[in-house]
């Protein structure tokens, strides 16, 4: 079709990386609990991460949610922890991903580990952490820039120009200076969700897209049943 451009498929432009071994079930970590699984995968990309930078995106992941008519949104977040509940994100209640999560309480996340050619996908409920664990999540695991851009920030309304926000950043810092034993208060519509998992997909990519997808969905009974998706 004349101006519509064709992506190169041949399995040399698939990848800059050495291809990954074929995956089998007897490779994965735990064939009946998908959270070690994760944790396996994500400590194998964050230790094969080539350089600092790339370490942090191991973090980054694609949050999918829904309006309550069925009308899907997406946007990269900072995946802020995991443990044996699910994984955890933050955002401010009042944007639009808060607001679809608030009337529609279930999300998808994608999280794909390009330079080892592995991904995972996790779909599931959430749940909005106490105000506790939320003002903890806040404290330790953003700096003391972001502190600022997160308290001063109207999350995805319209704004004039970057220059408003810097302004109110300046004028917080004075009251608030690096190093003081002054704490910046915890903005209140700042929310750290869970997300449940119902199932996880984890993925390896190979050059021929011959794919290794490996499927853990939850039962009724709270284990997990393994399976193997076709590419």
């Known amino acids: 079709v004349q101006g519509c451009q ?20 007897k490779d994965l970590v735990s064939q009946t609990d998908p959270f070690l699984q994760f944790k396996e995968s994500i400590k194998v990309a ?12 191991a973090n980054i992941m694609v949050l999918a949610t ?17 443990d044996d509940r699910g994984p955890t994100f ?26 080892i050619n592995k991904g995972v996908r996790i779909e599931g409920d959430v749940k909005q952490l106490s105000l506790e664990e939320s003002k903890e999540c806040f404290n330790k695991s953003n700096s003391y820039e ?44 700042q929310v750290t969700y869970l997300l449940v998992p119902r199932s996880f997909e984890f993925w390896t990519a190979h050059t021929d897209y011959f794919t290794d997808r490996f499927l853990y969905t939850k039962n009724e009974s709270g284990s997990w049943k393994l ?3 076709a590419p």
Do not use: H
């Open 227 to 229: 399976e193997r998706l």
């Open 6 to 25: 064709v992506a190169d498929t041949s399995t040399e432009k698939m990848a800059s990386n050495q291809d990954q071994p074929i995956t089998t079930k």
């Open 66 to 82: 829904c309006t309550k008519d069925g009308c899907p949104s997406a946007r990269q977040v900072v995946l802020k922890d995991f």
């Open 90 to 115: 933050a955002s401010n209640r009042n944007s639009r991903k808060g607001r679809e999560l608030l009337e529609n309480p279930k999300a998808a996340i994608a999280i794909n580990w390009g330079w």
């Open 46 to 57: 964050r230790r094969e991460a080539p350089d600092p930078d790339t370490e942090f995106s």
């Open 146 to 189: 972001s502190k600022f851009v997160i308290a001063v920030s109207p999350q995805s309304e319209v704004i004039e120009n970057r220059r408003v926000l810097e302004e109110k950043i300046r004028k917080l810092k004075e009251d608030y200076p690096e190093g003081s034993s002054k704490v910046l208060p915890y903005p209140e519509d």
